[in-house]
């Protein structure tokens, strides 16, 4: 559950932020809830939270 690290939201990129989630799913799969290792800080690019969801909404939904 989580495991995506705050600052990585914060600081990184799209692109950086699906690898991550795409390992934590590869790593815990089937029993795996992605979401922020704590919160999501104030600043955060919008589309790094959107790519961590659509990321692992497109592995439940088999698009990936």
């Known amino acids: 559950m989580g495991n995506v690290s705050c600052n990585l939201l914060a600081t990184g990129n ?6 991550i989630v795409e390992e934590c799913i590869e790593a815990a799969y089937p029993r795996v809830v ?20 659509e990321t692992a909404n497109n592995f439940s939904t088999g698009k990936m």
């Open 14 to 19: 799209p692109d950086g932020i699906s690898k």
């Open 34 to 53: 992605i979401g922020s290792s704590n919160s999501i800080l104030h600043g955060t690019p919008p589309e790094n939270v959107i790519a961590m969801y």
